[in-house]
């Protein structure tokens, strides 16, 4: 995601404290308070530009959803593209890094992790910070309900294989694997930012479901 300075967005997000939560450590263990609902909480950590989220907030109303981005620059053209859809009371966004989850959810607040295309950190010195590694596998299952799942796409094949073997080391059950997803695109599918732009050059779309046993 190429960064671009935008020193208005501070002021645009904190304009906006109904989509972009300001205090997430508050609702941590009662989220249903904010959503005024008890409807189950999907997740998205690396949220980019939020298509995805909002998207998905959209087609599935049952269901709350909440994009997690680290940078304010980013989060503003979430904050944008939530606004530009109307009224979406089942959308939020947080400002945080995804390494911090604990902070802000407890066990049974979430039920679902979504990962789409991941920074790949591809050095391998630096594979501690891919959103698949067992550090983030374990916080995540600290925060998802029993059973809960990881539901991830990408376009780089060896975030991919990191990913499986990681999920597989750590004891989970792979439930759907897909090596192009595009091929057999199932109809519920929400494309994100980085999936067209990759798709549209040909490139094939991994994606996999897979669940904590626990
Ligand atoms: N999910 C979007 C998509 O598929 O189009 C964006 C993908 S982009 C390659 C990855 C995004 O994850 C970037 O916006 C980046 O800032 C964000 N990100 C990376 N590490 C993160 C972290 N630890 N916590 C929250 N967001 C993170």
Do not use: C
Not at 105 to 127: A, C, G, I, M, Q
Not at 139 to 155: A, M, P, R, W
């Amino acid at each position: 995601m190429r960064l671009r300075n935008k020193p208005w967005a501070e002021d645009f997000i904190a304009a906006h404290p109904h989509i972009v939560i300001p205090n997430p450590e508050d609702y941590k263990g009662k989220w249903g308070e904010l959503f005024q609902n008890d409807k189950p909480l999907h997740i998205e950590v690396g949220t980019g530009k939020g298509q995805f989220v909002t998207g998905m907030a959209k087609a599935n109303p049952d269901i709350n959803y909440m994009g997690i981005e680290l940078y304010d620059s980013v989060i503003v053209s979430a904050l944008e593209n939530a606004l530009e859809a109307g009224t979406l009371p089942n959308l939020k966004l947080l400002k945080v890094n995804g390494a911090h989850l604990a902070k802000f959810f407890e066990k049974n607040d979430v039920s679902r992790v979504y990962l789409n295309f991941s920074d790949p950190w591809p050095k391998t010195r630096h594979e501690k910070r891919r959103l698949s590694h067992g550090n983030f596998l374990k916080l995540y299952e600290s925060i998802l309900v029993d059973n809960g799942e990881v539901h991830f796409k990408t376009d780089n094949r060896g975030l991919f294989e990191f990913s499986l073997m990681s999920m597989s080391a750590y004891g989970m059950l792979l439930k759907y694997v897909s090596l192009d997803l595009h091929a057999n695109m199932p109809e519920d599918n929400i494309m994100t930012e980085y999936e067209e732009k990759f798709s549209a050059k040909g490139q094939p779309i991994y994606r996999l479901e897979s669940q904590f046993l626990t």
